[in-house]
């Protein structure tokens, strides 16, 4: 499975962004998704993820303003962001879980906000 991550750049505080993530290869409606994110001088950490049966869990730094949703017939994951603040600066990396639970990394998009 290969995982080509999309959607991030330069933005204001305040902005929304919407990543993209779309998977080539396997049967994704079988798999589990998920997003993690890592600020500059910071260890990677866990955004959220959606099962493949659609239940949808937050870390709580970003539960109530990220949405994570997914799209199987385009084989596309998707992480909403509205209203960016500076502190959402981090590269953004998607992954999906397969069903005997291996993972696989997507390169990260990068996303920058300036205030």
Do not use: M
């Not at 750049?9 to 993690?36: E, K, M, P």
């Not at 990677?44 to 970003?62: F, I, L, N, P, Q």
């Amino acid at each position: 499975v290969q995982l080509q991550a999309s959607g991030g750049g330069l933005v204001q505080a305040g902005d929304s962004l919407r990543l993209s993530c779309t998977a080539s290869g396997g049967a994704f409606n079988t798999y589990a998704i998920g997003w993690f994110r890592q600020a500059p001088g910071k260890e990677r950490e866990w955004v959220g993820d959606v099962t493949s049966g659609g239940r949808a869990a937050y870390a709580d730094s970003v539960k109530g303003r990220f949405t994570i949703s997914r799209d199987n017939a385009k084989n596309t994951l998707y992480l909403q962001i509205p209203n960016l603040k500076p502190e959402d600066t981090a590269v953004y990396y998607c992954h999906v879980d397969l069903p005997g639970g291996r993972r696989y990394w997507g390169q990260g998009t990068k996303v920058t906000v300036s205030s």
